[in-house]
């Protein structure tokens, strides 16, 4: 594939060899790879920690595992939907949204992926500083400490412990997204195995599962906060589903490599929705057997693992380590190494595009993100599930509903191709867009900045609630819309041809 400008080639500036699409010799993955990659992201702290926080919102156990399990579900079908296109033109998200965005259009959409999947490795990376200062704080026998320094509100050690496995990371991005996929499935099945090890260690501990199953739900009559559960409830599934909204995006990056439809299908149902949920009621049985062997409970299982004697402590902090790297790697940098890419393909690879997210990740600062669970779930997960549904129903609305899954895949390459539309733009995808986001910027504005905006109308901060529902839907309608009042030759509705599936 040259990169010449003229009509039927590819246009330099939209083409590289980490964007074009697999060939038959890369697509090697198959169902049990896609559960691996699901089980080796699923097994994370922040997963860990979900069930966490919608019992310290009133939740009873019970009632926090199904909502975590219910928007995994969720967020399941748009995960399928998507990665439909990857498996069946070996296309990544960035390019497969020039055929709704327009070539240029696309870097929006890429933009917006990219820049939260910064953020998400941030955290990761703060998560996986923590266990390192903690790890060292075990083998020198005492914690590590010190002044908080100007402006960023962490001691030395804590920043020198980030930058530490910040680096760590840089070698799976030197050596590209096989690395990250042995990774992945290396250490999956280590995973379930800690993970069980770990829960009958703490019922053996404790005797037992512990109070925090006895622990009655908040919304209950004479609780603290009766009759308010749906006001609760779903906000909290709205976050549930924001929490993988970002792979629901860029699920084609993996998809491309998939060997069949049947592949990614089977193999992201085997590896979201249920080990989610599992994963959510082993926090809770671990949690509620730690009140009873140190007196309270502990959600972090960094904090747990330090409180561990012996031989058990290093191995613990050592296998969370390696579960942080591997849980970082496959969510937070490949969809956004892609999509700097995309941005400027002439100038930037998969390579250079990893580089920039490690780059923002620092400067993000995410130990801010992390400090109180209104920032966490009503502003971060929530907040960006507002940009992202919009991005969403505009994708499975155009793929589905207006092209019947048929793409034109050497357009998706040209400027001059079906996918130009004005001057690279789709104004019908840009308005649907904005359209999707609007009406969540008040409760947005209202989450993140209470006290800037400490009135907003009732109406809008319900809406926020719901914000990545009400994005896919008035998106996609809006988009049909517009869609269909246009010409067909102006849709990019050609013939399929040279799909390399």
């Known amino acids: ?18 964007l074009a699409p697999t060939t038959l010799a890369q697509r090697t993955w198959r169902w049990y790879h896609f559960a691996a990659l699901w089980v080796g992201m699923v097994m994370c702290i922040p997963a860990y920690m979900l069930a966490a926080s919608l019992i310290e919102g009133g939740m009873s156990w019970g009632q926090a595992v199904l909502t975590v399990f219910l928007g995994n579900a969720i967020v399941l079908v748009p995960m399928l939907l ?28 890429a933009l917006l992926r990219a820049i939260v999947a910064c953020g998400w490795y941030g955290i990761q990376t703060w998560f996986g500083g923590q266990m390192i200062y903690t790890l060292v704080g075990v083998l020198m026998g005492q914690q590590l400490g010190g002044d908080k320094l100007p402006m960023l509100g962490i001691n030395g050690a804590q920043l020198v412990c980030f930058l530490v496995f910040w680096a760590i990371q840089l070698y799976f991005v030197v050596h590209g997204i096989e690395s990250i996929r042995r990774l992945e499935t290396y250490t999956a ?85 249920a080990p989610m949920g599992l994963l959510a009621m082993m926090a809770v049985m671990v949690t509620s057997a730690t009140v009873v062997i140190y007196g309270k409970a502990l959600w972090d299982p960094v904090d747990l693992a330090s ?159 719901y914000a990545w529902f009400v994005g896919v839907v008035l998106s996609a309608v809006v988009y049909m819309g517009l869609m269909k009042a246009r010409a067909p030759q102006r849709q990019g509705m050609t013939a399929p041809l040279k799909t390399p599936v």
């Open 307 to 465: 409180r561990m004697t012996g031989a058990a402590v290093l191995i613990a902090l050592i296998i969370l380590l390696i579960d942080t790297v591997s849980v970082n790697l496959a969510a937070n940098l490949v969809g956004p190494a892609y999509d700097f890419s995309a941005l400027n393909p002439k100038k930037i690879s998969y390579r250079t595009g990893g580089y920039i997210t490690a780059g923002i990740a620092i400067v993000m600062m995410p130990w801010k993100v992390l400090e109180t669970t209104q920032g966490y779930i009503f502003t971060w997960l929530i907040g960006y599930s507002a940009l992202l549904g919009p991005v969403a129903g505009i994708l499975i609305a155009d793929y589905y509903l207006i092209r019947r899954k048929e793409l034109d895949v050497d357009a998706l390459y040209r400027e001059n191709g079906a996918y130009s539309y004005g001057n690279g733009w789709n104004m019908a995808a840009v308005i649907a867009f904005i359209v999707g986001v609007l009406p969540n910027i008040p409760g947005f504005l209202n989450a993140a900045f209470p006290s800037a905006v400490p009135m907003m109308p009732e109406f809008f901060k319900t809406i926020y609630t």
């Open 189 to 273: 099945p280590l995973k379930i195995i800690v993970c069980i090890a770990l829960l009958y260690w703490a019922v053996q501990r404790a005797g037992g599962l512990g109070p925090i199953f006895d622990q009655p739900s908040q919304f209950e009559a004479g609780g603290k906060k009766a009759g308010m559960f749906w006001a609760v409830f779903w906000p909290s599934l709205t976050a549930m589903v924001g929490f993988w909204a970002t792979l629901a995006l860029n699920i084609p990056d993996f998809t491309r490599f998939s060997r069949s439809q049947r592949d990614q299908v089977v193999g992201q149902v085997i590896g979201l929705p």
């Open 82 to 109: 998507i990665g439909h296109a990857g498996a069946k033109y070996g296309i990544p998200y960035a390019v497969m949204a020039r055929a709704s965005f327009g070539t240029r259009g696309a870097r929006l959409p």
């Open 1 to 18: 594939m040259n990169t010449s400008s003229q009509s039927g080639n590819p246009t330099a500036n939209l083409w590289n060899e980490d």
